[in-house]
């Protein structure tokens, strides 16, 4: 009787190790179903911080491109007709566009080419803008392709985002 109840037991414990061996395959699927979300929302959370960084970076370069201006202008006692005359080649957005500057005193046509909102100009003396992430711009900052520039606005009192601009 002690065999059979060994054997039995051995059996009963047997059945047992095989049945707990891995995951079933509904387990499986609940959790590569839940990775599968968790980097969904990873990337789209990495994806709206690198655009804000892009962004900022943009800020930040065409103030020092204006700070560059203003130095250009003291001196020269005149705008630049392009940003290569500044003395640092060619000058690219994060996106790697070149930034657009355009000099109205000395730029033909200029009075066509001038950036505008709500058909105000957004600046008297010089646009200077990234054409943004997707690298397509209008004169007008309220067309929808235009909404993602970097811009300069308001005499330089405004940099930032076109969409952000009033």
Not at 29 to 53: E, P
Not at 83 to 105: C, H, M, R, V
Not at 133 to 144: A, C, E, F, N, Q
């Amino acid at each position: 009787m002690l065999r059979w109840f060994s054997d039995g037991f051995t059996s009963v414990f047997q059945k047992r190790k095989r049945c707990s061996h891995g995951f079933t395959l509904v387990e499986l699927i609940v959790v590569i179903g839940v990775v599968a979300v968790l980097v969904t929302i990873g990337i789209q959370v990495y994806g709206r911080f690198i655009d804000r960084a892009r962004n900022t970076r943009a800020i930040a370069e065409i103030r020092a491109l204006e700070k560059e201006i203003t130095l250009y202008l003291n001196d020269e006692e005149k705008l630049p007709d392009t940003l290569a005359e500044l003395g640092s080649g060619i000058i690219t957005d994060p996106w790697k566009n070149q930034y657009q500057y355009i000099n109205f005193e000395t730029t033909p046509q200029a009075g066509q080419k001038k950036r505008k909102n709500d058909n105000k100009p957004l600046n008297s003396d010089y646009d200077l803008y990234s054409n943004g992430k997707d690298g397509l711009s209008d004169k007008s900052i309220t067309v929808d392709i235009s909404k993602d520039d970097i811009v300069r606005a308001g005499d330089g009192t405004y940099v930032g985002l076109a969409s952000g601009y009033r």
